[in-house]
């Protein structure tokens, strides 16, 4: 049989590519299988964090400063394991250094640790901070004579799901204002004060104006501690502005949100129960509030510090309006005699993880925390500014960590008083020992935020 060159040619590489195949020398492409919502192998840990890094390269994700990891690392005893289990727990921190300048105003200089992981984590009560925010500013755009935090407000009920206030047993005279919502959702975190806040606000002007101002990621979409279907947490309660005796100054109708958000796909856990029965797979947030913990970070810094943010992030608020969040955001429960909470159930740092985790103990002298917290379905987050009056100094922090490690949700086993409290405790001290010792070029005047909590406001 006679092979002409062509022939030959042929088969060489019939031969060749047949013994890299044999060879395993060229494999199919295949991408890896995503990382499960619940633990992660060390493998599965290994490849987020190299999708981290490749996020971090593209300037989706912040680079981490070494400033916190080397903070952690010297401290093994409360932070060893934790560091070997960061995306499991899905640690996020954002440390923020402040220092003044020979006119008193603010530099800031941020320090980052993960901050907003590929992994979704559930705000619970952080939600809370924008939207007291954002009730003082609209109360402020309506600039109706008597429509004040100070007027009652009643909120009626025309819609499933809906139900009526018409008074506040926990204010001085009984009437629900929007000041007694937001001294108790600083003072206690309190659920309903925050739902009437949303009833007022409506859920379309509550995200349209923070997505305005940058904050494009963030939904706030449901009330709080009630279930409610996505159709009647876009409904929203009738509310009446009533003068002394009873007037109407203002009547809001019911309001319907018809503005389409964006699609997600946020799961966490293996499994969750739901009434009393065990669902074998993650449970979908999807239709949950977020809220990134950079976002709460910088919600919380355009508060403290209006006049150094972009203009388009400020808020519209008064300068008492400054004043009244500051007041509230930073004292304790015992420095408010409406409502009036008492020590055994609500101590001097209830609200205050960072720094003091959930000790009871009494709050050191000359430290104030401008701050809020968030705890549900083993998530524990704080965005804090935290100031020492005795020591000069000022910083802001910002943690979040998961701390339900059998990774099945609505069964109340949670890890709050085993890893999320201490990690909260320490890491708020070590920043704190740290700022102790930085060097400042100028002694901050901090008389803006000395308040004294004994007058009534």
């Given at each position: ?7 030959l040619?042929l088969c060489?590489?019939?031969i060749?590519?047949?013994?890299l195949?044999?060879c395993?020398?060229?494999?199919p492409?295949?991408?890896?299988p995503?990382?499960?919502?619940g633990?992660l ?6 490849d987020?964090?190299?999708d981290e890094?490749?996020?971090n390269?593209s300037?989706l ?26 995306n ?7 440390y923020?250094?402040?220092?003044r300048?020979?006119?008193n105003?603010?530099?800031f ?9 590929i992994?979704?984590f559930?705000?619970a009560?952080?939600v809370k901070l924008?939207?007291?925010i954002l009730?003082?500013?609209?109360l402020n755009?309506?600039?109706i004579e008597?429509?004040d ?5 009643i909120?009626?009920?025309?819609y499933?799901?809906q139900?009526?206030t ?13 000041s007694n ?6 003072l206690?975190?309190d659920?309903d004060?925050?739902?009437k806040?949303y ?10 104006e923070?997505?305005?101002?940058g904050?494009?990621?963030v939904q706030?979409?449901?009330?709080l501690e009630?279930?409610l ?6 409904h929203?309660?009738p ?8 007037n109407?100054?203002?009547?809001q109708p ?18 969750y ?6 669902i074998?797979m993650?449970?979908d947030?999807?239709?949950?509030n977020?809220?990134s913990?950079?976002?709460?970070h ?27 969040l ?9 420095e408010?005699?409406?409502p ?7 101590w001097?740092a209830?609200v205050?993880?960072?720094?003091f985790?959930?000790?009871?103990k009494?709050?050191?002298p000359g ?8 705890d ?7 965005a804090a500014?935290?100031?020492?009056f ?16 059998n990774n099945?949700?609505?069964?109340d086993?949670y890890d709050?008083d085993?890893?999320g ?17 930085r060097e400042?070029?100028?002694?901050p005047?901090l008389s803006n935020?000395?308040?004294d909590?004994s007058?009534a406001?």
């Open positions: 049989m006679n092979f002409s060159i062509k022939d040619f060489f590489a019939i060749t590519i047949s013994c195949y044999a395993n020398s060229i494999r492409l295949t991408p890896p995503p990382a499960q919502s633990t192998t060390s493998k599965q840990e290994e987020t964090k190299t890094m490749k996020k390269d300037g994700i912040k680079k981490n400063s070494p400033v916190i990891r080397e903070l952690l690392e010297k401290h093994p005893a409360y932070f060893g394991k934790l560091l070997n289990q960061v499991r727990r899905n640690i996020q921190i954002i923020t250094q402040v220092d300048d020979e006119n105003n603010p530099r200089t941020d320090h980052t640790f993960y901050p907003d992981s992994q979704y559930y705000p009560s952080t924008p939207t007291a009730a003082l500013q609209k755009e309506l600039n008597g429509v935090r100070h007027a009652a407000v909120t009626e009920a025309d499933s799901g139900t009526p018409f008074n506040d047993p926990q204010s001085d005279d009984g009437r629900p204002t929007v919502y937001i001294r108790k959702i600083f206690v975190s659920n004060a925050f739902n806040l009833e007022f606000l409506g859920q379309q002007y509550l995200n349209d923070l997505h305005k101002r904050y494009d990621g706030i979409i449901h009330r009630i279930s279907s996505p159709d009647e947490n876009r929203t309660n509310v009446k502005f009533l003068d002394d005796i009873g109407i100054l203002y009547g019911l309001q319907n949100n018809q503005r389409p958000f964006a699609e997600r796909n946020e799961k966490l856990g293996e499994a129960y739901k009434n009393g029965e065990l074998k993650p449970m947030f999807s239709l949950k977020r809220l913990l950079s976002d709460l910088h919600i919380l810094r355009s508060v403290i510090f209006p006049d150094n943010v972009p203009e388009n992030q400020r808020f519209n608020l008064k300068e008492e309006d400054y004043n009244f500051y007041r509230y955001m930073s004292a304790m429960p015992s408010c005699m409406h009036s909470y008492d020590a055994e159930n609500y001097d209830y205050k993880f960072l720094l985790g959930s000790e009871k009494p709050v050191r430290i104030r925390i401008f701050n809020k917290v968030g549900a379905y083993g998530q524990l987050i704080d500014y935290i100031v020492d005795k020591n000069n100094i000022e910083f802001f922090l910002s943690a979040a960590i998961n701390c339900n490690t099945i949700l609505n069964d086993v709050y085993t890893i409290f201490p990690f909260m405790k320490h890491l708020g001290e070590v920043i704190y020992q740290y700022e102790l010792q400042r070029a100028v002694v005047d935020f000395a308040i909590y007058k406001y």
